[in-house]
């Protein structure tokens, strides 16, 4: 290539030529085809690597995903069951109170405030 010129091709070249008065491309040299080729081939497995990448990124973001929902709905449901337990029990100390000897007993007898709902504390919001 000789200097000072723009390579055949180049962007400068591209932008002097007139829009329908396009240059006849250069003839290259069996060095340059292959360098091409080589160049090509190489642009091809480094883009086929990225998007296998890319795809692989992808199914492992969806498996945690996946793993992540089903833990989420087994939580739900210990949630449910830990709050229907909680209601039960709340129920039971409720009658458990109603007869107890110890609250009944006049010596013992303290004023207890009334308590606040615990299930409505411990539920989602």
């Not at 932008?15 to 360098?35: K, L």
């Not at 190489?42 to 992540?68: F, G, I, P």
Request: with cysteine; glycine share 4%.
């Amino acid at each position: 290539m000789s200097q000072g010129l723009p390579a055949a091709g180049s962007v400068l070249q591209r932008s002097v030529a007139a829009p329908g008065n396009q240059p006849q491309p250069q003839p290259q040299s069996p060095e340059d085809d292959d360098r091409k080729v080589r160049r090509r081939e190489k642009n091809r497995v480094a883009a086929q690597r990225s998007r296998k990448k890319q795809t692989q990124k992808a199914d492992k973001l969806h498996e945690e995903y996946e793993c992540l929902e089903q833990e989420n709905t087994m939580l739900r449901r210990e949630i449910g069951k830990l709050t229907e337990e909680l209601k039960h029990l709340t129920e039971a100390l409720k009658e458990h109170e109603k007869m107890c000897p110890l609250l009944l007993c006049p010596l013992n007898f303290v004023p207890v405030p009334p308590r606040p709902d615990p299930v409505a504390g411990c539920l989602p919001r």
